[in-house]
């Protein structure tokens, strides 16, 4: 095995592991293990914030439902839960930072990889 093959198979081994970081751990992960860490902070960053907004919004959605059936005198109709549950997911008000947190995981996963193979 010639040192430019060895070379080739060390990138590739690289490349990999950042995008599989970025993909299974966090965005970000596989900037850091390629030691890319102004980028590998701003996407773990970013992901979290979007992360944070996504978990705040269930939480509080959650305990909107949790007060209605507090409300409620009668039996527990599992009907009702489940209108309720269908009602908090169409006012869903997260969408963007939904989509933001895919974007940076697709951008974290790609960029890790182009940045491994160089």
């Not at 966090?26 to 860490?37: D, N």
């Not at 006012?91 to 491994?116: E, F, H, N, P, T």
């Amino acid at each position: 095995m010639g040192l430019s093959e060895l070379d080739a198979r060390q990138n590739m081994s690289k490349s990999t592991t950042a995008a599989i970081l970025s993909a299974l751990v966090l965005p970000g992960a596989g900037h850091l293990y390629l030691k890319k860490f102004v980028r590998g902070i701003a996407l773990i960053t970013i992901s979290l914030a979007c992360a944070a907004v996504v978990v705040n919004h269930a939480i509080q959605q959650a305990s909107l439902i949790l007060d209605e059936i507090d409300l409620e005198t009668a039996a527990l109709d599992p009907g009702q839960v489940s209108a309720l549950l269908t009602q908090a997911q169409g006012a869903s008000g997260d969408g963007l930072a939904m989509l933001v947190l895919a974007g940076c995981w697709v951008v974290g996963i790609v960029d890790a990889y182009r940045l491994g193979k160089k």
